[in-house]
């Protein structure tokens, strides 16, 4: 077996390349810049990193900065950031063709984005939160915080999920949304 390298507390690193979309690459290739595994950023420069990763076409990579800030930052916002990070991973799967998986992180995205709106974080660590089942009793009851967008992206996602029912063009203006109001 090929030992992995590691960091100081042991876990294990990816040094493979990656192109746009997060896909690996062979070793020796030229991939994207990667994104450090200990990103740690505060919320707003969370949120305009990954908007100008978004902007430049790298949903993947805007995941990998979304997902630390769910990782790093306060219990109380973890369905945020993770909702957040879904939503970056469910505009990947679109970007590499993959529609039942965009379908997938989508709907979970927008169930976390409604129930943190609704002040319901007691489905955090449900897996199959967004499902399909609306787990808000009013959506917009909470604004969220940083200026971020829900309605917003709730509406964007929705759109998106009917156009890959419908089998609807997708621009890449539509995987470009707006993080924050």
Request: proline share 8%; aromatic share 4%; no cysteine.
């Amino acid at each position: 077996m090929v030992e992995r390298p590691r960091d100081e507390a042991g876990r294990a690193l990816n040094p493979r390349p990656r192109d746009r979309f997060g896909r690996p690459l062979p070793m020796g290739s030229v991939g994207v810049p990667r994104i450090p595994d200990d990103l740690n950023l505060p919320p707003q420069q969370t949120l305009t990193l990954a908007q100008q990763l978004l902007d430049d076409g790298l949903a993947f990579n805007a995941h990998e900065v979304l997902e630390a800030a769910w990782k790093n930052g306060p219990f109380a916002e973890r369905m945020l950031w993770q909702g957040l990070a879904q939503y970056a991973v469910g505009l990947t799967h679109i970007q590499r063709g993959n529609p039942k998986g965009a379908r997938t992180l989508l709907t979970r995205a927008v169930g976390r984005l409604r129930a943190y709106e609704s002040g319901d974080s007691r489905n955090s660590d449900n897996e199959s939160l967004g499902d399909g089942t609306d787990n808000s009793t009013e959506p917009g009851n909470r604004a969220l915080p940083y200026d971020i967008d829900g309605a917003g992206l709730i509406a964007r996602a929705e759109a998106l999920l009917a156009a890959l029912d419908t089998g609807a063009a997708i621009t890449e203006d539509d995987l470009k949304p707006r993080l924050r109001v």
